[in-house]
């Protein structure tokens, strides 16, 4: 027997922010070749859009990890579904972007990881539409 679909999202979500850790590596180890990283306009206070992005990416799928491992409510199961597209958007949109000026190494990651929210938005959606999961209590020992 293959792996349910709670487990699956939760391998693809973490897929998806190892592969944020790894597209943000990416952008910083540059300094390794002498190239100067800072922006034009670097005032060395981070943007409000950069916390943002990091939340978004990074904190937030944690937080729809621990939904899919506490709790098994239809409207969590359809929420996740929802949000799922919206980050499968946020990954197109952004590979079109870096198109403009392709990265060899970039480009590739920002493939695999659009397709891999692709996959998580197909299994988030068969996950919803499931009627009914036999899942332990919250927190059970067993």
């Given at each position: 027997m293959g792996?349910?679909?709670?487990?699956?999202?939760?391998?693809?979500?973490?897929?998806l922010i190892v592969a944020m850790i790894l597209h943000f590596n990416y952008h910083v180890s540059?300094?390794?070749y002498g190239k100067d990283l800072a922006r034009p306009d670097a005032t060395g206070i981070v943007p409000f859009g950069t916390h943002l992005i990091r939340n978004v990416f990074y904190h937030l799928p944690m937080i729809w990890i621990l939904l899919?491992?506490?709790?098994?409510h239809k409207f969590i199961r359809i929420g996740l579904f929802l949000i799922?597209?919206?980050?499968?958007?946020?990954?197109?949109?952004?590979?079109?972007?870096?198109?403009?000026?392709?990265?060899?190494?970039?480009?590739?990651?920002?493939?695999?990881?659009?397709?891999i929210s692709i996959i998580l938005s197909i299994q988030?959606?068969?996950?919803s539409r499931?009627?009914?999961?036999?899942k332990p209590p919250v927190l059970s020992l067993s």
């Open positions: 792996i349910q679909n709670p487990l699956r999202c939760i391998i693809l979500w973490l897929l540059g300094i390794f899919l491992v506490f709790f098994n799922s597209i919206l980050y499968s958007i946020s990954h197109l949109l952004h590979l079109i972007g870096e198109m403009k000026n392709p990265d060899f190494s970039q480009m590739p990651l920002l493939l695999l990881t659009l397709f988030h959606y068969k996950y499931v009627s009914s999961i036999n």
